[in-house]
């Protein structure tokens, strides 16, 4: 709740979503070590007098009132530079407290990604953007063609002869000067005639069988039950199909290969699943409750672009992975590359000297926001921080102290990199005996490695 932040004022503004292209000028927050995602908290302390301009513009401005735009700023590997990410997130000011020394505390939520177009200082100092709102793509679904599309069983005598048919018009379209048959060679035309002649195999389905739209098919479903309802419904067809090896047998065919062999589909079921929406975000789910131990996420499986922002804001990874994630566009594709950091995710090293910090097994859930959330300091610094249980190759400097407390109930003291003496973050530890754990630490995902193997 950032109680930390003390009594704040609810603005009651909720801002309707912008339709994807609008270009808007809006504040801008340049934060180091931050990465907002869409429907994540962000507490902000604005003591620079140029952000107290931006915050007082974005509280008067008509065009999306009460938004900021953030963005992440690095340095350069290389030269040490400077750089701003090209790629943010509006943030809508739902809560805020002007204090007697002038400063503002804030907090607000992550709404939509942006690409950053331009970026200006007003006369005020109030740094600005134009910024165009980025076109969210619908999820993915695997292709009605891929099961659906059914003859029926009355008709599939009739492929033989199809092909029959097929066979003599190929060799009258071999004679057309408008056919491109006519320009292959012999060699070449025979390969054409065997493809031909293995597709009439493959397409004896003509007839939809798919699921409706409100529901998905995350699960592979044998072709031979989806035809079984046409089945039942023709006993006939039924004792027809029992005895169409024999006579197909008695009239010189091969036997063609049955449903449960034969899709319509160009690639196989699991080609589909590796891009259908809705089975990533069952799969990242699944991954994410074994990790993390958090209830049904049944409610964001149902939006799966909702459940891709929702792990990328809480993922515990560097800050520079997370920028990646936001960043990508499909959801697909973010969400696949979401498991692929899940399935590899085992340690935590230090950035500076690739100090084993902690393991996926360390990791601790302090807060709504996961395992990984964002924190404001009384200078104003944003730290996005991770929870672990247990850590290693840490240092303490300092006393505990209450003061300023991101969580009630517990003391904070500094924890260095034992080896680079790189501040890594804090360790907490209660002050009430009845609080659990006794203590955790709070690691800055800024400071954390990008190799997690």
Not at 27 to 39: D, R, S
Not at 162 to 190: A, Y
Not at 327 to 353: A, M, P, T, V, W
Request: hydrophobic share 35%; with cysteine.
């Amino acid at each position: 709740m950032h109680s930390y932040l003390g009594e704040v004022e609810d603005t009651h503004n909720r801002l309707a979503f912008l339709d994807g292209g609008v270009i808007l000028h809006v504040p801008l927050f340049y934060l180091e070590g931050v990465v907002l995602f869409p429907e994540a908290t962000l507490p902000l302390r604005v003591i620079q007098p140029n952000f107290i301009a931006a915050v007082d513009r974005a509280l008067r401005q008509v065009e999306a009132p009460y938004t900021i735009g953030v963005v992440r700023v690095f340095r350069d590997g290389d030269n040490g530079r400077i750089k701003f990410a090209t790629t943010g997130t509006t943030a809508e000011i739902r809560q805020y407290r002007r204090l007697e020394d002038g400063s503002i505390n804030v907090v607000t939520r992550g709404q939509q990604r942006f690409r950053l177009k331009r970026r200006w200082i007003e006369l005020e100092g109030a740094p600005c953007g134009e910024i165009q709102i980025i076109e969210e793509d619908l999820p993915l679904r695997t292709p009605r063609d891929a099961f659906g599309k059914l003859t029926p069983l009355r008709n599939l005598s009739a492929a033989n002869v199809s092909h029959s048919k097929l066979l003599i018009h190929e060799n009258e379209d071999h004679d057309s000067d408008d056919s491109f048959e006519s320009e292959l060679s012999l060699t070449e035309r025979r390969l054409h005639a065997s493809a031909i002649k293995s597709s009439s195999h493959c397409n004896l389905f003509g007839e939809s069988t798919s699921s409706d739209d409100e529901s998905h098919v995350c699960e592979p479903r044998s072709l031979l039950d989806v035809r079984d309802n046409k089945v039942n419904e023709d006993m006939s067809a039924k004792k027809y199909m029992s005895q169409r090896p024999r006579r197909r047998a008695q009239r010189g065919f091969h036997s063609v290969p049955g449903p449960r062999e034969c899709p319509r589909a160009f690639w196989p079921y699991w080609v589909y699943q590796m891009h259908d929406s809705y089975c990533l975000a069952q799969r990242l789910s699944d991954m994410w409750k074994k990790i993390v131990g958090t209830p049904s996420m049944d409610a964001l499986v149902r939006k799966p672009g909702m459940l891709s922002f929702h792990v990328a804001s809480k993922i515990p990874v560097s800050e520079s992975t997370r920028q990646e994630l936001l960043e990508i566009d499909g959801i697909s594709y973010r969400l696949r590359r979401e498991i692929e950091l899940l399935e590899n995710f085992d340690q935590i090293k230090c950035r500076s000297c690739e100090t084993l910090i902690a393991n996926r097994s360390d990791m601790l859930v302090m807060s709504t926001d996961g395992p990984l959330g964002a924190y404001v300091n009384p200078s104003g610094y944003v730290h996005e921080i991770m929870t672990l249980l247990k850590a290693s190759g840490l240092a303490l400097i300092g006393v505990p102290t209450e003061e300023y407390s991101w969580f009630p109930g517990y003391a904070w003291t500094v924890a260095y990199c034992a080896t680079c003496e790189y501040q890594m973050g804090w360790l907490f530890t209660a002050t009430n005996k009845k609080l659990k754990p006794r203590s955790f630490w709070g690691i800055r995902s800024s400071q954390v490695a990008d190799d997690m193997h």
